[in-house]
């Protein structure tokens, strides 16, 4: 069966590559002609690793052909997987099954509410990879994907198919721990770098400020009935920073390059599950709106 890959993101990129070099059939699936036509001149997806450059011509399609999809992976911002599910709908098939590789929270919900009757695993990824050019992907970190089902605890088939593909994977039964985890992460660490225009490692001289969020994250957690995401969550805090500390943040690459942020999926989730349950975390909302009046100067989305 084909794999439909929609988002030639770093991590959409890095997933058609590797499965194409195991020889599994995959097909790209891009935003417009524009797009198809310039990816056709770059001759397909390159996969840069350990220095190697490896070219994979791999099939690429527009959104409304009429070939059906019966295994899609939407590696697309989280602010975009909606409307792409929307405009693929058609061709998404009773009992088709949808990969969502979206930061944050939110999102994966409203694309499972608007495609019923279609499976919907969600997943978390750490892996590390950056694009260098168009369809050119650096794979820069190995990390580890977990996947699951809120709704059904079987897993799929194919995943002997990500193993021969080289991607590191596991199965888990408790996927919204794994993506409450990684929101409450992110939020500890994304704004911060943006607000502060630093590299992950330089939040170590806010300590008090990274360890205030961290305790009213893991607030945050145990009321959403997370108690298992909170864990540890201010040493887990402290061990991404200084494993990460030479890098910038997913959000601060945003800010930086004058593209719409995930703060609507990620700060904004985490502050709304907290007006739900009546819960006051002053210096999270204080966060937030500095965030907003950040991004509002810049001229830049507000979600």
Same mark, same amino acid.
């Given at each position: 069966?084909?794999? /439909?890959?929609?988002?030639?993101?770093?991590?959409?990129?890095?997933?058609?590559?590797?499965?194409?070099?195991?020889?599994?059939?995959?097909?790209?699936?891009?935003?417009?002609?524009?797009?198809?036509?310039?990816?056709?001149?770059?001759?397909?997806?390159?996969?840069?690793?350990?220095?190697?450059?490896?070219?994979?011509?791999?099939?690429?399609?527009?959104?409304?052909?009429?070939?059906?999809?019966?295994?899609?992976?939407?590696?697309?911002?989280?602010?975009?997987?909606?409307? $792409?599910? $929307?405009?693929?709908?058609?061709?998404?098939?009773?009992?088709?099954? !949808?990969?969502?590789?979206?930061?944050?929270?939110?999102?994966?919900?409203?694309?499972?509410?608007? !495609?019923?009757?279609?499976?919907?695993?969600?997943?978390?990824?750490?892996?590390?990879?950056?694009?260098?050019?168009?369809?050119?992907?650096?794979?820069?970190?190995?990390?580890?994907?977990?996947?699951?089902?809120?709704?059904?605890?079987?897993?799929?088939?194919?995943?002997?198919?990500?193993?021969?593909?080289?991607?590191?994977?596991?199965?888990?039964?408790?996927?919204?721990?794994?993506?409450?985890?990684?929101?409450?992460?992110?939020?500890?660490?994304?704004?911060?770098?943006?607000?502060?225009?630093?590299?992950?490692?330089?939040?170590?001289?806010?300590?008090?400020?990274?360890?205030?969020?961290?305790?009213?994250?893991?607030?945050?957690?145990?009321?959403?009935?997370?108690?298992?995401?909170?864990?540890?969550?201010?040493?887990?805090?402290?061990?991404?920073?200084? $494993?990460?500390?030479?890098?910038?943040?997913?959000? /601060?690459?945003?800010?930086?390059?004058?593209?719409?942020?995930?703060?609507?999926? !990620?700060?904004?989730?985490?502050?709304?599950?907290?007006?739900?349950?009546?819960?006051?975390?002053?210096?999270?909302?204080?966060?937030?709106?500095?965030?907003?009046? /950040?991004?509002?100067?810049?001229?830049?989305?507000?979600?």
């Amino acid at each position: 069966m084909t794999w /439909h890959v929609l988002g030639a993101g770093s991590l959409g990129t890095l997933w058609a590559a590797r499965l194409a070099r195991a020889g599994i059939p995959v097909s790209l699936i891009l935003r417009n002609h524009e797009r198809l036509a310039a990816y056709q001149a770059a001759g397909g997806l390159s996969l840069i690793e350990g220095g190697k450059c490896s070219q994979y011509a791999v099939p690429a399609e527009l959104p409304d052909s009429d070939t059906p999809i019966r295994r899609l992976l939407l590696a697309c911002k989280a602010y975009d997987a909606e409307s $792409a599910v $929307a405009d693929l709908a058609p061709r998404l098939g009773e009992g088709a099954e !949808l990969l969502l590789l979206q930061n944050g929270l939110g999102s994966q919900q409203a694309v499972a509410q608007r !495609l019923p009757g279609r499976r919907c695993l969600f997943a978390s990824s750490t892996e590390g990879a950056f694009r260098q050019a168009d369809f050119q992907v650096v794979f820069a970190g190995h990390g580890h994907t977990w996947l699951g089902d809120p709704e059904n605890p079987q897993p799929p088939a194919w995943l002997d198919e990500l193993q021969r593909a080289g991607i590191a994977h596991q199965w888990t039964a408790d996927i919204l721990m794994r993506l409450w985890r990684k929101l409450a992460l992110n939020c500890a660490i994304n704004p911060l770098t943006v607000l502060y225009d630093c590299r992950n490692g330089d939040l170590r001289q806010h300590p008090a400020e990274v360890t205030e969020l961290c305790a009213e994250l893991g607030e945050l957690l145990q009321r959403c009935g997370q108690p298992a995401a909170a864990d540890d969550l201010h040493d887990e805090v402290l061990r991404v920073i200084g $494993a990460t500390a030479a890098n910038y943040s997913s959000m /601060h690459q945003d800010v930086t390059q004058g593209r719409r942020t995930e703060i609507t999926y !990620l700060l904004g989730y985490a502050c709304a599950a907290a007006q739900r349950h009546d819960l006051q975390l002053p210096h999270l909302s204080y966060l937030q709106q500095r965030l907003l009046d /950040h991004l509002h100067e810049r001229g830049l989305p507000l979600n």
